[in-house]
């Protein structure tokens, strides 16, 4: 089964920290241009970091304070969120696509989504 299971969501308060995981089953992470998305209610789908190889790229609104990694061993995409903020609350989505140096959460077809996991920051 090819699939994307994000986990690591909840409710913090401004100023605290999270970090997202997404699990992949039937993909390697390692071999593929993997993103994370977000959504907020009401606003477009923002790509808010990706990473292929070890090149990564960051959202303005994110770069700082978010760090997109993975770990090839548990075949797994994380997202470390720290300083966060009310206005990052939002569905947050790990995607993957075929590798492209070019990877950006913009650019290309993101064919895989996992199902999302809700951030909700309060201040």
């Known amino acids: 089964q090819v699939q994307l299971v994000e986990s690591g969501g909840g409710s913090v308060q401004a100023g605290g920290s999270l970090r997202l995981s997404c699990a992949a089953s039937?993909?390697?992470?390692?071999?593929?241009?993997m993103g994370w998305f977000r959504q907020a209610p009401g606003k477009e789908r923002e790509g808010v970091a990706s990473i292929v190889g070890i090149s990564t790229y960051y959202a303005d609104s994110v770069k700082g304070r978010f760090t997109i990694s993975k770990d090839a061993a548990k075949n797994t995409l994380y997202l470390q969120m720290n300083s966060l903020k009310s206005e990052d609350t939002a569905m947050y989505y790990c995607a993957a696509r075929d590798w492209d140096w070019r990877c950006r959460p913009d650019t290309g077809n993101f064919g895989l989504w996992g199902q999302g996991t809700q951030v909700t920051v309060s201040s």
């Open positions: 039937g993909v390697i992470v390692s071999n593929k241009c």
